[in-house]
Each structure stands twice: as C-alpha cells, then as structure tokens.
C-alpha cells in the first residue's frame, strides 16, 4: 500500500482510534511521525508511546491514547492537516499560526526538527505547519 501523505494518515489513525475509544493505535513509523508523537507526548495530548522493530524496515509506533477517567473524552479533541504534499504551507517567524489563542499547538516543522508554535517562537525560526491540535 501506497501511502502519499504519511502525516494525514498518521493523524486520521489517531483520529478514528479516538472516535472508537481504543486505548492504543499502532501507526507504521517513519522519523516525522516519531517527532509529532514526542511533541504529543510531551505536551500531554497521549499517555505514552513505544517504537517497535517489525516486519517492515522502519518498526511501528504504538500509542497510549488519554481518556478523561471521569467523563471518557479523549484529551485530543481536534486533529488538523494544514500542509499538504500538495498545497505546502510555510510560515516566517514573525506570522507563527495561534491556535484557539494559544489553548491548543501548532505542530511545526523547522529546521531545528519538529516542534510546537510556542517553542518555534521561543528560538524565533519559522516552517512548515504540519498540523493543528487542540
């Protein structure tokens, strides 16, 4: 199977594991998608992740996804595509995307590797946007 954009896949497993409330999603891994997965993980959007050796050469990437224990809504609640293989979109330092006013991030790619609009700010270097998550 060939797949053209391996981030819009990436976020529609995440996705669609959500809407089925499962608690782990395994995603064919490549390097971006190990990068978003740490940014997730570290602004606490997913529980945990591992990154497995397999059948094919890259491994796969299992995700613990994050339940609210009380009321069982998933801590993503919105996962967006905004860069495309066909429509990229960049975006200078000084024109970094806010997203919901700074109450969800804004996955960017730079130079420095991947990272969230607040961090892309921070070393005043602008990317590619990868994705909305709130």
Known sequence: MNITDPVADYLTRVRNAILANKR??????SNLKKSITK?????????????????????IIKIALKYNPATRESAILHLERVSRPGLRKYVGKDVLPRVINGLGIAIISTSKGVMTDKEARKFNIGGEVLCYIY
């Open 24 to 29: 782990i999603v395994e995603i064919p891994a």
């Open 39 to 59: 940014v997730l993980h570290e602004k606490g959007y997913i529980r945990g992740y591992k990154f497995e050796e397999s059948g094919n050469p890259q491994g």
